[in-house]
């Protein structure tokens, strides 16, 4: 079996001249008979991320300063290592992985496309039934049991409004509504404890560190580092 050297590269993104520059780097070695649900589960455990709160994005750029090329199905990754396998510099060609935190409706369409991908004709009832079951219990849809709070309208601005990431409550505290901070220390005000989560582990993940959680409820979410150093 013939494999391939990838050179990952993530922590950055993409700026208005298609460049991505400021990364950190990592490798990886794949088949050529490598399939994208394979690729995407040896990028993830390369760079120690948690499926359940971290998605990615895979994408390539083949010549500098040019659109990235985004690798999201198996065609799509035949492709890329056809590139690859042609290419003497095994340099080059480094795919790009970007992070976003995992949403409901993007956890359902990559179980719908987890499901196509590895069995295109033969899905079982078993199968549907499972997707279905999870659909229902990922529903970002709500009853309408009772008319919008004030604090309801102002999480649906905030995550709507895409060019504010904190609301100035006053001159010495900030509100954060969105778990993407470029650092966590004392005194941040958290809008919930789903946003508090999700800030720490994108925090552990960039950072190359992990922790356990010694105490969650609703009042209080206690972490202790995995490093007995620290």
Known sequence: MEYINIFLHYCSEWNENHEYKNFKKAGILVPLECTFNNLVEEIYSELELNQTIMDIAIQYQVKYSEPPIKIRTNKSLVFYLELKRKDKDFTSLSLCIDFSTVTASSASSNLHQKLHLEKPATSTSSDMLQLQLYEINN????????????????YQVSHNVHEVDNVIMDAKTTMIFHPNVDKI????????????????????MRNHFQFKVKKSDKNVYVLKCMDSTC
């Open 185 to 204: 220390e004392r005194n941040q005000i958290y809008w919930n404890k789903e946003v508090l989560m999700n800030s720490v582990a994108i925090h552990a």
């Open 139 to 154: 529903s970002t849809i709500i009853a309408p049991l009772r008319l919008p709070t004030v604090e309801d309208i102002a």
